[in-house]
């Protein structure tokens, strides 16, 4: 029979497991998964979670930029999307990760070139692409993502 501390228990670990999954980062080297956007002492994380962190950092940037109506400068290109190591191999070592890295390196470089006009729909697609990849391969901090997305 399960009284009512075992079934507690039982849920209380099944919750641990469930969010574990869907943080996809830091899974083997932390016994909780983050929360934090800039962890002030990163040596314990993967190149790839790092360069996330700065992406959306850069992200965010952007998106006050240009809801003010300016087209922010690129301050990097991003390339090491393409070689980063990640927490695990699998999630960046499949077709699909590569296809949303190229969509993705491409739309940063087509934001540079666009004009102030233009910048605002390519940016959506930019976010468009963060999600899309995350929903593929990591979609923890698709919350986190959403916030990307322009106001109006
Ligand atoms: C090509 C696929 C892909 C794209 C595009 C992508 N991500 Fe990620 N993201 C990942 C993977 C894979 C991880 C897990 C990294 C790890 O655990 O080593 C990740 C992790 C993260 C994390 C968690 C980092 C941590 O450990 O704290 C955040 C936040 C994040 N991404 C935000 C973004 C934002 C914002 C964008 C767009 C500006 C974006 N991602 C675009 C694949 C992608």
Same mark, same amino acid.
């Given at each position: 029979?399960? &009284?009512?501390?075992?079934?507690?228990?039982?849920?209380?670990?099944? +919750?641990?497991?469930?969010?574990?999954?869907? %943080?996809?980062?830091?899974?083997?080297?932390?016994?909780?998964?983050?929360?934090?956007?800039?962890? #002030?002492? #990163? @040596?314990?994380?993967?190149?790839? %979670?790092?360069?996330?962190?700065?992406?959306? @950092?850069?992200?965010?940037?952007?998106?006050?930029?240009? /809801?003010?109506? =300016?087209?922010?400068?690129?301050?990097? %290109?991003?390339?090491?999307?393409?070689?980063?190591?990640?927490?695990? /191999?699998?999630?960046?070592?499949?077709?699909?990760?590569?296809?949303?890295?190229?969509?993705?390196?491409?739309?940063?470089?087509?934001? /540079?070139?666009?004009? +102030?006009?233009? %910048?605002?729909?390519?940016?959506?697609?930019?976010? =468009?692409?963060?999600?899309?990849?995350?929903?593929?391969?990591? #979609?923890?901090?698709?919350?986190?993502?959403?916030?990307?997305?322009?106001? &109006?």
């Amino acid at each position: 029979m399960l &009284n009512f501390e075992s079934m507690r228990k039982i849920i209380l670990s099944s +919750v641990f497991f469930v969010l574990m999954a869907l %943080s996809c980062a830091n899974v083997t080297k932390h016994s909780k998964p983050t929360t934090q956007s800039v962890n #002030p002492n #990163p @040596d314990g994380d993967s190149e790839m %979670s790092l360069l996330m962190r700065e992406m959306l @950092d850069d992200a965010l940037r952007m998106k006050k930029a240009v /809801e003010a109506g =300016q087209k922010p400068k690129l301050l990097r %290109s991003f390339i090491e999307l393409e070689t980063a190591e990640a927490t695990r /191999e699998s999630k960046v070592d499949n077709d699909e990760f590569r296809a949303f890295t190229d969509h993705y390196l491409d739309l940063l470089q087509r934001f /540079e070139r666009s004009s +102030v006009a233009e %910048s605002s729909s390519i940016y959506t697609g930019m976010i =468009q692409t963060c999600m899309n990849c995350h929903a593929a391969v990591c #979609p923890g901090p698709m919350v986190r993502i959403k916030q990307l997305y322009l106001a &109006n």
